[in-house]
């Protein structure tokens, strides 16, 4: 029997909702997204956020239901992100898939943001255990091993910033508008690396630190304007992402290699970024690893990833009771 999952995503700055069928077809999603009033404020402004899901969340899930031609009836399940996001932000959609379980009988299934990440890649091919997961993101960059089915070994992540929160920092201080990543991705393709910057954090172990980085680029920028000389945006764009790229790729193949796996996924929405899917995918082939991306639809948060972690995370039994509640940082488990 097909198993529909209605998912929920809140966490930032986007209301989605999406059905998807037995984890992996999509029968329709609605993202409504905030970035053109955040641009204004060249952020995310948290209660601005959460005031527009409180608009748009009936909204969503009407067009939801017309554009798959489906009821509330014919779901098995309500997918919700519960965390990590903004507390106010994830608030409205937990509740809303509270509501949804409560008036319809539905069980509620709570998933967590990485969760739906990493599972976005289930929407394109089936996921082939064990494998590491390189989730990428504005507020998140880990390393996670997957010996099986929602089972999620933590190896490494930032010890400061996200990976995308840099580059959005970065793309802030070279006076480029937000979202910053694609900004910064595009100069890079077209710069020359010319600007010496240090790797940051290159050890031998699984973690990250880009706030050396994001703040060594800050000082060069400052420096550079109080000699009165112009900094050459694509150039530093270039030697910036040239630095992130080079010790995401070095790690995540160490990763591959001493953990025996020949499989890579990579989630979130710097998974789109042109420059680093360049080099994992070289640094794949050389070294004989299969590696997946998600579309560019799944690497931003929506909520067909939810959906699909959702029907996973249904069929091994976890459900929340009505008294789940939102969590602004919580431990992927």
Known sequence: ????????????????????????????????????THSIYGGVVPEIASRMHIENITVVLDELLK???????????????????????????????KTLSF????????????????YANS????????????????????????????????????????????????????????PGGPKIDYLASIGNDTYELPIPKDDNSYDFSFSGLKSAVINLV??????????????????????????????TI????????????VAGGVAANKGLRNSLTKACLESNKKISFPPMKYCTDNAAMIASAGYFAYKLGRRADLDLNAKASDKLN
């Open 1 to 36: 029997m097909d198993t529909y999952i209605l998912g929920i995503e809140s966490s930032c700055d986007e209301t989605s909702m999406s059905i998807v069928k037995n984890g992996i077809e999509e029968i329709a999603t609605v993202v409504l997204t905030q970035m053109d």
């Open 67 to 97: 554009k798959s031609n489906m009821k509330i009836e014919d779901i098995t399940a309500i997918a919700v992100t519960y965390g990590p996001g903004l507390i106010g932000s994830l608030l409205v959609g937990v509740e809303a898939a």
């Open 103 to 118: 008036i319809y009988n539905k069980p509620l299934v709570p998933v967590h943001h990485i969760a739906g990440h990493i």
């Open 123 to 178: 929407l394109v091919e089936e996921l082939k255990f064990p494998l590491i997961s390189l989730v990428v993101s504005g507020g998140h960059t880990e390393l996670i091993y997957m010996k099986d089915n929602y089972s999620f070994e933590k190896i490494g992540g930032t010890l400061d910033d996200a990976v995308g929160e840099a580059y959005d920092k970065v793309a802030r201080v070279l006076d480029l508008p937000y």
């Open 222 to 251: 400052h420096n550079e304007t109080q000699r009165g000389k112009q900094i050459n945006k694509e150039n530093l764009a270039t030697s910036f992402q040239n630095r992130v790229v080079s010790i995401l790729t070095k790690k």
């Open 254 to 265: 160490k990763a591959l290699n001493e953990y025996n796996v020949d499989r890579l996924i």
